[in-house]
């Protein structure tokens, strides 16, 4: 695999090691961590650092690693339209997803969202932020759209590109209101991500008075 270019940053991995997250975007970071070896070094060394810091302030309360709660509390998010698989070994899905993959990913209740990607919700977080994997047909574009509220999305398989670059498996991308833009798939392999979102893109071009008002609809938890 080539050497992964987009990182959470320092702050976002920063809130995992203290446990600051929520827990659908904790779920996004882990996902990219478990593919990065360069994450896996600084959230070790941040690790140590809030153990010392901790030892100082006061005495250490058990030794439950922060990715053994994080674990633990994804038992507790309410499901969506996945059955829960208690099958721990899925190859290649990363840890935080394999509770919602019993098979592999194709196996899924997949919906259609558009002639090129479907898409299907894992579950939501206590904030309402919908957790879901994406599957972008090889050369296939989403609609050129912003955000309500934060986006973070995961690659788990193929690549896409947007306005600011290209992303490759195991790609952590952070997005919010501030950015507008048009993610398209490589030609070459499907795209599958994973993506928490806090609230529903709002689409900018032609349509986007037509689709706006049926995204939100479609963003209310069933
Ligand atoms: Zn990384």
Not at 42 to 54: F, H, I, K, T
Not at 69 to 89: E, G, H, I, W, Y
């Amino acid at each position: 695999m080539k050497k992964m270019q987009h990182h959470p940053d320092s702050d976002t991995l920063a809130s995992f090691a203290a446990g600051t997250l929520t827990l659908s975007q904790a779920m996004c970071v882990s996902a990219h961590v478990e593919h990065c070896p360069e994450c896996r070094a600084n959230l070790a060394a941040l690790e140590r650092l809030g153990g010392q810091l901790m030892d100082r302030l006061s005495p250490r309360q058990g030794s439950e690693s922060l990715k053994e709660k994080v674990f633990a509390q994804l038992d507790d998010l309410p499901q969506s339209t996945v059955t829960v698989s208690k099958k721990q070994n899925v190859e290649g899905v990363p840890r935080c997803l394999k509770q919602f993959v019993s098979e592999d990913y194709s196996t899924l209740a997949w919906k259609r969202i558009s002639p090129s990607i479907h898409s299907v919700e894992l579950c939501r977080d206590v904030n309402g932020a919908k957790v879901e994997l994406l599957r972008i047909k090889p050369g296939g574009s989403a609609a050129t759209h912003t955000h309500i509220g934060e986006e973070m999305t995961v690659i788990l398989q193929g690549s896409f590109s947007d306005e600011e670059g290209i992303y490759r498996e195991g790609d952590f991308i952070s997005r919010d209101a501030r950015h507008k833009h048009t993610p398209v798939a490589t030609k070459d392999k499907v795209c599958l991500c994973l993506v928490v979102t806090e609230g529903p893109v709002q689409f900018t071009g032609f349509f986007s008075r037509l689709l706006n008002p049926i995204l939100r609809k479609s963003y209310a938890p069933a």
